[in-house]
């Protein structure tokens, strides 16, 4: 899955960079949700987010300079790790429920992200202007619907792939 989302990654976000539509609404971010949530919900231990996103973190360093806001180098180590340890933190909540936990999960989880990632932009001088919190609001209020249908695919495919001799097998 990390190969996936790398490899979608290197196709998609240069389009969309391209357009400017990233900067208002994230929506290369539906599939990478996705990911994360099948991945945890198949092997649905705590960690397994963040070796997803440390991997790759890793990956991201080498070959996708843009990644992470074009934060430099390692330091894209820093929200992707973040972001996994926020996911799995807010993963190991509502067990019993999947659907509120992975919907509650991913968008708390994707606006807070969010919100750290603009605090690491900040520390490494990006202006903290008016403009910048405008559009950071209106980032926040779209990664709900992002981060939201992000969640609905990965359960979706979860759903499906959950009974297979495949996914038992990965499970245990």
């Not at 440390?54 to 929200?79: D, E, N, Q, R």
């Not at 992002?146 to 990965?154: E, K, N, Q, R, S």
Request: glycine share 8%; with cysteine; aromatic share 8%.
């Amino acid at each position: 899955m990390v190969a996936a989302d790398i490899g979608m990654g290197l196709v998609v976000k240069p389009v969309l960079g391209a357009t400017g539509v990233d900067q208002v609404m994230r929506l290369d971010l539906i599939i990478p949700t996705a990911f994360h949530i099948l991945a945890r919900l198949l092997v649905d231990r705590f960690g397994t987010v963040l070796l997803y996103e440390f991997m790759w973190g890793v990956i991201a360093v080498l070959t996708m300079p843009t990644s992470y806001a074009s934060i430099p180098g390692p330091a894209k180590l820093i929200p992707a790790l973040i972001n996994g340890l926020l996911l799995d933190s807010l993963l190991q909540l509502f067990k019993s429920r999947p659907a509120i936990r992975v919907i509650f999960a991913a968008v708390v989880g994707g606006c807070v992200s969010t919100a750290a990632l603009m605090a690491i932009r900040v520390a490494f001088g990006f202006p903290w202007s008016r403009v910048v919190k405008i559009l950071l609001s209106i980032q926040m209020g779209t990664n709900i619907l992002v981060y939201g249908a992000g969640a609905i695919l990965g359960l979706k495919i979860w759903m499906t792939l959950k009974d297979t001799h495949l996914a038992r097998t990965i499970s245990e």
